[in-house]
């Protein structure tokens, strides 16, 4: 292999240049090799390959400095800059999956959320001029990811900026899934032109540019680079290329592999394959039955579909969805105002990117109550990355006031809370899917415009608070104590932003220790309300759930034993704290 002889990017620079083609083969390979056995990004990273081959030809990194958007494309970076260790057997999970300055001189920022690209490196541009320095910054930047916010903004202040910043414009025309909104219209029209169109989105902005049709040819992308090298001003190379390019499933299934579990290499087929996620068919089963009773429902999301199956849904009834793009800030405003309107949204957000959209929960949901659905999935104690980690949503969420945010245990509570959830017109509603389903038991409550706990198990001395998920792990605890000769009174929390006063008042005075379990972060969250609350008892409150520190890629088991969760470890502790109580 030509990648054999390819250690830093200064050994790039030796190879003569016919072995780049096959050098890029060897790149593919390597990618597909680990994403195929541990999952991971496919699709952008093997569009990127030539490109990437031809910046760290032309560029002198890290003097020259790259600055990958979302970083969903950065494994042929990571292979030619020293880390091509981390895709091979053994050794998969020895880097991280996204950029991290942590990890190589050749990174910057560590970022896995879409549209930073642009105000991170004019950041860097700025800092450079600042010190007086020399040297090229590179943006590299999706055409998904130009939907966001962010980066239209970051367009706006780089067509003002004087001085070196080139921002390749990656134009292989997906997101995640397919593109939407109006600026695809005229990014169309510059790929039709071959960026001749009267009508410029980039130069609307005051912004240079130029555009490049075969962006898979390492030879093009050399020679437009070393054109633009040193450039005195801002410009956008727009260059066309292949997501998926060398591997002929991703080519012709771009969206399922866009991210991509362990698959064969073969065939592209899953090599593990699961059944459907009983919270996504009781969602779809029932918006469309909401729309064929003539309810003025729509499913709104950000460029992230397949995470809830809405492609079902808009194949059903395309006129009531709409996939935003990457906009998820757009989603809350825009569906608060079609609940304000009187119709019925239902949000669909992955924990990780709602919390993008912070202010316009705050700013607009809440303070107008507007009563819009949000269902939230991914707020749970997971073995993620740190820039997917989920388990925040909780403590943000539900210390926004006029909101009421839910935990369902089961797909009957769910069924339960959306059915009431679509109906009320008081207040802003969110629903948090939960990570684990607990044993099937009634559903207590037909409204939940107040808090109630479900009493599920009477006992003396312990009383347990599952919320969520989480519920589902307290059953365990709950077992262990009984097998310690302890019956504790269990409970099912159902509301993550409102406190069953009546229901804790009972249990202080009835019992030694209330313990809460949450799957999240307890600081601002559940466990914290509670023990707040009854601080002014005499009883021992424990809460349990994750510490607020983030995490990269650590195994589930290992943060329950980290955070006292597991069963046995929780018991002991319960165990510990009603002897000391009892010994006052």
């Not at 030809?57 to 950065?74: G, T």
């Not at 699961?274 to 460029?303: C, H, Q, S, W």
């Not at 992230?304 to 757009?330: H, V």
Request: charged share 20%; hydrophobic share 40%.
């Amino acid at each position: 292999m030509i990648l054999d002889k390819v250690n830093s990017p200064a050994d790039l620079k030796l190879l003569p240049f016919e072995e780049l083609p096959e050098l890029a083969s060897d790149i593919r390979k390597t990618v597909l090799n680990k994403v195929s056995q541990v999952g991971g990004h496919v699709g952008p990273n093997l569009g990127v390959v030539e490109m990437t081959i031809a910046l760290h030809r032309v560029f002198e990194s890290p003097h020259d400095k790259f600055v990958w958007d979302v970083s969903h494309q950065s494994y042929p970076h990571k292979i030619l800059t020293g880390r091509k260790y981390g895709f091979t057997e053994g050794h998969f999970h020895d880097i991280t999956p996204y950029t991290s300055q942590a990890e190589s001189e050749h990174d910057f920022f560590t970022v896995g959320h879409t549209s930073t690209s642009i105000a991170n490196a004019m950041g860097l541009a700025k800092a450079r001029d600042l010190r007086g320095e020399d040297g090229n910054v590179v943006a590299i930047i999706g055409d998904g990811s130009i939907s966001g916010g962010l980066a239209m903004e970051a367009l706006n202040n780089a067509g003002d900026y004087e001085g070196n910043l080139i921002i390749i414009f990656n134009d292989n025309q997906m997101s995640i899934a397919e593109n939407h909104g109006g600026i695809y219209k005229n990014l169309a029209e510059l790929r039709e032109t071959h960026g001749f169109a009267e009508n410029n989105f980039f130069k609307g902005f005051g912004l240079d540019y130029y555009y490049v049709e075969e962006g898979n040819r390492v030879d093009i992308l050399i020679e437009t680079l070393e054109k633009f090298k040193n450039i005195d001003h801002p410009i956008v190379l727009h260059v066309k290329t292949e997501k998926g390019m060398g591997y002929q499933p991703a080519m012709e299934k771009k969206e399922s592999f866009h991210w991509h579990a362990a698959f064969d290499l073969e065939t592209g087929e899953n090599k593990r394959t699961g059944g459907e996620d009983p919270y996504t068919r009781a969602t779809l089963d029932f918006m469309k039955e909401k729309v064929a009773a003539n309810e003025p429902l729509i499913a709104i999301n950000a460029a992230i579909p397949a995470l809830f199956n809405l492609k079902e849904f808009a194949a059903a009834y395309p006129e009531r969805y709409y996939d935003a793009g990457i906009a998820e800030q757009f989603t809350i405003t825009f569906g608060g105002a079609i609940a304000a309107g009187g119709a019925r949204p239902i949000i669909f957000h992955n924990s990780t990117f709602l919390q993008r959209a912070y202010d316009q929960v705050w700013h607009d949901l809440a303070v107008n109550n507007e009563p819009a659905v949000v269902i939230v999935r991914g707020d749970s104690i997971s073995a993620s990355d740190t820039t997917h980690q989920g388990d925040f949503a909780k403590g943000w969420i539900s210390n926004i006031p006029n909101l009421i945010f839910l935990a369902p245990t089961t797909v009957a509570e769910f069924k339960s809370m959306l059915e009431w959830a679509t109906t009320q017109r008081e207040h802003p509603v969110f629903i948090n899917l939960p990570a684990h389903t607990a044993t099937e038991h009634a559903v207590s409550l037909s409204s939940y415009d107040k808090a109630h706990y479900q009493v599920l198990e009477k006992g003396a001395k312990v009383a347990l608070l599952g919320l969520g998920g989480m519920l589902e792990q307290t059953e365990k605890i709950s077992a262990a104590l009984k097998e310690q000769g302890i019956q504790p009174s269990l409970l099912n929390a159902l509301f993550i932003s409102e406190l069953d006063k009546d229901t804790l008042n009972q249990l202080a005075s009835s019992h030694e220790v209330i313990v809460t379990l949450e799957d999240g972060v307890l600081d601002g969250g559940f466990g914290q309300k509670v023990a707040g609350f009854l601080g002014k008892y005499d009883v021992k409150v424990l809460t349990l759930g994750a510490e607020k520190e983030f995490n990269e890629e650590v195994p589930v088991s290992e943060l329950y034993n980290r955070y006292h969760l597991s069963a046995d470890i929780a018991a002991k502790d319960i165990v510990g704290l009603l002897s000391s109580k009892q010994a006052v």
